[in-house]
């Protein structure tokens, strides 16, 4: 029978952030699977954990993730670890775990840290609905898109940044989002832990003061709905009501439909833009 892949998340600053499951499996798994091996061994030292290691990151996963698929395969039983916090979340397990799903191999995922879920619910933003973006890409015009992408996202949204790219990211964000609040938290559960809840233009204040050290996590509060509904119906102000409703009847919309459609646009009731449409009869 095939062996069993266990996702085990590790602190993610403070080492008594694990939980005694994820300490038993690492101790009974046949071997771990670890994103940086120096890394792990320092909380295998602390725990007093005896087992073997191999190594499974971004620059390897292309060769070691079959070779890790093969022993499950053989009946070997797996914990895959990351750096720190959830396997599988901005990290290369997300590909260990398809590979497995895709030879019927069991996946096991244990509770543990996680940096996004730690900051949000201590943020003081709204923790009802959210998006995960981790990291954004590398490249300018990559990271425009994605931020594009979030101008009308309602949602309250969760971004990773390293300390050198952070003033530049904060920038980015009050220019195209607009002046929100956003909870900034660095180095969570770590001695020099810090959150603070600013706005996107007081932020860049902040980071002009001081230079940026720690790994951070970027709460930022989702665009307000009425504000997206405004910007839609301002939109139409360009146009007559009169040009609006030919606009769908050119689309194939019939009279009743093209009223409708014109009076949710515009934000007003269908009385509103009959009386337009008929103001000079």
Not at 55 to 68: Q, T
Not at 168 to 186: A, D, F, P, Q, V
Not at 239 to 250: L, P, Q, R, T
Request: charged residues 35%.
């Amino acid at each position: 029978m095939s062996g069993i892949l266990y996702i085990c998340p590790t602190p993610i600053g403070n080492l008594e952030d694990i939980t005694i499951r994820t300490l038993n499996i690492l101790k009974e798994v046949d071997f771990i699977a670890a994103e940086d091996t120096r890394n792990t061994v320092k909380i295998l030292n602390h725990y007093d954990i005896k087992n073997k290691m191999i190594s499974y990151h971004e620059h390897n996963k292309e060769k070691s993730g079959p070779e890790i698929i093969k022993k499950i395969k053989n009946g070997e039983n797996v914990g895959i670890v990351t750096d720190a916090g959830m396997p599988g979340i901005s990290d290369p397990g997300e590909e260990l775990v398809k590979l497995a799903f895709e030879e019927d191999i069991k996946v096991v995922g244990l509770p543990g840290a996680t940096a996004s879920i730690t900051a949000l619910v201590t943020s003081g933003q709204n923790t009802r609905y959210f998006c995960f973006e981790g990291f954004l890409p590398r490249k300018n015009k990559e990271v425009k898109e994605r931020i594009e992408l979030l101008k009308n996202e309602t949602r309250t949204i969760i971004l990773y940044e390293s300390p050198h790219r952070l003033k530049e990211t904060l920038k980015l964000l009050n220019k195209e989002l607009g002046n929100r609040s956003i909870t900034i938290s660095r180095e969570i559960t770590k001695k020099f832990e810090e959150i603070v809840k600013t706005t996107l233009d007081k932020a860049l204040e902040i980071y002009i003061e001081k230079d940026p050290r720690g790994e951070y996590v970027l709460i930022i509060e989702g665009k307000d709905l009425k504000d997206i509904v405004k910007e839609e119906v301002e939109k139409w102000d360009e146009i007559s009501g009169e040009e609006h409703y030919m606009k769908y009847i050119n689309e194939g919309y019939n009279n009743k439909e093209a009223m409708k459609l014109v009076a949710k646009d515009r934000n007003v009731s269908k009385r509103e833009i009959y009386a337009i449409l008929n103001k000079d009869k």
